[in-house]
C-alpha cells in the first residue's frame, strides 16, 4: 500500500495540534483487539463471497434499507435519512441505534432495550440489535456510519444475508490514516500512535463493500489512491426552507458561532484562543457555542482563565440549530479533522461566512476569499486575523454572506435525492466485489 501521506500534503492526513496521551496499559490490548476484530471480519467476509449470493433487491422495485450508527443530533441524521426516504425506490428504512430520533415518514427505530444498554454498553448492545434486526427483517440494503464498528457489522450482515452493504465514511481519512488513531472513535482514538498494519487492515475491508459514501472529494480520491473502488460522494441534504434568511431579521446578536460536539479532535480551544485575540482589537466581540459534550466543562473554565467569559456563551445541546445560525454573522470550525461538516453544510444554507480549518473535504464547499476562508488547522492568530478582516467591513460581510448562501444550495435535500436514485438504480444491477 501506498504511503498515507502520498500526493496529498502531510498535514491534510495527520493533524496539526494533537496531542496523544494514551494509557500505556491500555494501548497493547486495544491494538490486538483491533487487529483481531479486523481479520476476523475479513476472513467472514471472504468466506460470505465464496457462496453464490443473490440479492433480493434485482427483483423488486422498492426495496427495504436498514441502518446503524450512534447518531449524536437529529438534524444530522435528518441531512442523511431524508434524502433516500424521498426517493422513488426507497420502500421504508429502519434505524438500529442507541435511543428513538426525530420521527420521518418512512423511518423507524429499532433499540436496544435500555437494560441491556447498562449490562453490556451501548456500542455491543447495538451491535446486537442490529444483528437482530438484519436476521429477522431481511433489508434489501444494509449500512453503516463510520468504519468502527457499525461499517463492519453492516458488513458481516449483510453478506450473511446477501444483501447489498453500504459504508458511510463520515469521519473522511481519519478513519483509516494510523489504523484510526487519529480519528474521534473512543476505542481506536486511544492507541495514541500510529499503526500502519491496522492501517492496512482497514482499508481491506473497506473494499469489500458494494458501495462507500464519502462526504467529500478529498475523502473519495484518498480513498481510491488505496484501491477502493465504487465510491460516491454524498455529503447530505440540507433543508433549504428551514436555513433561509429573512430579510426582516434582527440583527445578529453574536459576531461568531461555533456549532459541534466538544470532543478534542473540534479543537474549541482554538476557537476560545481565537475569540481572545480577537478581543484585544474589538472588545465588543461576542461568541456562541452551539453544542454538548466531554469538554464542555474544560472548556467553560478556558474561557474563564483566558477572561473571556463574557464575552462567549455556551448554549449547549439545541435541537433547533437553524435558529442560533441567524443570530450569527460568521460561523468558525477550529477542527483538526473534518469530512464534509454538516454544520458548514447549515451555515452556508443559512447565509453565513465562514472561516473553517483547511482538513477533510471543507475545500468542496468553501472557497477561499469568496465565501470565507480557509485556515492552517491549530493557528488561532490566522484565525482572528481572517475574521476580522470581514468584520471590519460591512460590503466584505455581505459579498461573503451572498456567495455562501449560493453555495449552500448546491447541497440541498433535492440534490442529495437525485444522487441517490442514481445509487440505488445502479445498486440493482451491480455485481458482488471480488
Known amino acids: 500500500m501506498a504511503d498515507a501521506c502520498q500526493s496529498m500534503p502531510c498535514q491534510d492526513v495527520y493533524p496539526v495540534g494533537r496531542t496523544f496521551q494514551p ?61 433516500i426516504i424521498m426517493t422513488s425506490q426507497c420502500r421504508c428504512i429502519w434505524v438500529v441505534t442507541d435511543q428513538p430520533l426525530q420521527q420521518f415518514p418512512k423511518v423507524m427505530y429499532i433499540c436496544p432495550h435500555r437494560l441491556l444498554q447498562r449490562m453490556v454498553g451501548k456500542t455491543l448492545a447495538r451491535s446486537l440489535a442490529f444483528f437482530w434486526a438484519v436476521s429477522i427483517k431481511q433489508p434489501h440494503v444494509v449500512g453503516g456510519f463510520h468504519m468502527l464498528c457499525n461499517g463492519m457489522l453492516a458488513l458481516l450482515c449483510g453478506r450473511l444475508i446477501g444483501a447489498r452493504v453500504i459504508y458511510f465514511c463520515v469521519g473522511g481519512w481519519a478513519e483509516f490514516v494510523g489504523g484510526g488513531a487519529f480519528s474521534d472513535n473512543r476505542i481506536f482514538g486511544r492507541i495514541g500512535n500510529a499503526d500502519p498494519r491496522l492501517e492496512k487492515s482497514l482499508l481491506r475491508i473497506a473494499r469489500r463493500f458494494d458501495l462507500t459514501v ?8 484518498f480513498l481510491v489512491e488505496r484501491g477502493v473502488r465504487s465510491i460516491v460522494v454524498i455529503a447530505g441534504g440540507i433543508d433549504e426552507i428551514r436555513f433561509r434568511v429573512h430579510a426582516n431579521e434582527d440583527e445578529p446578536k453574536y459576531d461568531l458561532i461555533l456549532v459541534g460536539r466538544l470532543a478534542p479532535i473540534k479543537r474549541v480551544d482554538v476557537f476560545l484562543q481565537t475569540v481572545k ?18 469538554l464542555l466543562a474544560p472548556m467553560k473554565n478556558l474561557a474563564k482563565i483566558l477572561g473571556i467569559q463574557d464575552c462567549v456563551t455556551f448554549a449547549g445541546f439545541q435541537v433547533d440549530v437553524s435558529a442560533w445560525l441567524k443570530l450569527a454573522r460568521i460561523f468558525v470550525l477550529t477542527s483538526d479533522s473534518e469530512g464534509l461538516s ?34 492552517r488547522q491549530g493557528d488561532p492568530a490566522v484565525f482572528s486575523e481572517k475574521i476580522a478582516k470581514i468584520l471590519a467591513d460591512e460590503n466584505t460581510l455581505k459579498q461573503f454572506a451572498e456567495a455562501a448562501r449560493l453555495s449552500g444550495l448546491a447541497y440541498s435535500l433535492d440534490a442529495a435525492r437525485h444522487k441517490w436514485e442514481r445509487v440505488f438504480a445502479s445498486l440493482m444491477h451491480q455485481p458482488f466485489p471480488e
Open 23 to 83: 494509557d500505556l496499559s491500555t494501548v497493547w490490548l486495544m491494538s490486538f483487539i483491533a487487529r483481531f476484530v479486523t481479520l476476523l471480519v475479513d476472513v467472514i467476509t471472504c468466506v460470505g463471497q465464496a457462496r453464490t449470493l443473490k440479492w433480493p433487491g434485482c427483483r423488486a422495485k422498492r426495496f427495504d434499507v436498514m441502518l446503524t450508527g450512534s447518531f449524536c443530533s437529529n438534524g444530522w441524521l435528518e441531512a442523511h435519512l431524508r434524502p
Open 214 to 221: 464519502t462526504m467529500g472529494k478529498r475523502a473519495r480520491r
Open 277 to 294: 485575540l480577537l478581543a484585544t482589537v474589538r472588545p465588543s466581540v461576542s461568541a456562541v457555542i452551539v453544542g454538548d459534550g466531554p
Open 342 to 375: 454538516l454544520s458548514l453544510m447549515e451555515a452556508m444554507m443559512a447565509g453565513l461566512p465562514a472561516v473553517v480549518s483547511d482538513v477533510g473535504d471543507l475545500r468542496d464547499l468553501l472557497m477561499d476569499g469568496r465565501n470565507g476562508f480557509l485556515v
